[in-house]
């Protein structure tokens, strides 16, 4: 069980340092729509790994990078996900 455990979590660290990277990426190259792509599924991740808080986090950040840009898919994802945080009983 602790080798499995040890693997779990690394696997954890791993994702989240993947995301990390990619929105570093993004910031450099001044891509918002990948910006806010990569921070939905990030904050998604968390979500469905029980971090709501840093999901919260993310799901902020996303919404800032979308702005007034016209994607429908991605505003309804945060619509989506915001009521996921939501019913974790963490309202914004």
């Not at 040890?6 to 990426?25: H, I, K, M, Y």
């Not at 921070?39 to 902020?60: F, I, N």
């Not at 994607?71 to 619509?79: E, M, S």
Request: negative net charge.
């Amino acid at each position: 069980m602790d080798l499995w455990s040890s693997n779990v979590l690394r696997g954890v660290r791993c994702d989240d340092a993947l995301f990390a990277d990619a929105v570093r990426q993004h910031e450099d190259f001044r891509t918002p729509t990948w910006l806010a792509r990569t921070k939905l599924d990030w904050a998604e991740s968390l979500l469905r790994r029980g971090s709501p808080d840093a999901a919260r986090t993310h799901l902020e950040a996303a919404a800032t990078a979308l702005g007034d840009l016209d994607l429908p898919d991605n505003q309804l994802r945060l619509t989506e996900l915001r009521a996921l945080l939501d019913a974790f009983g963490h309202p914004r």
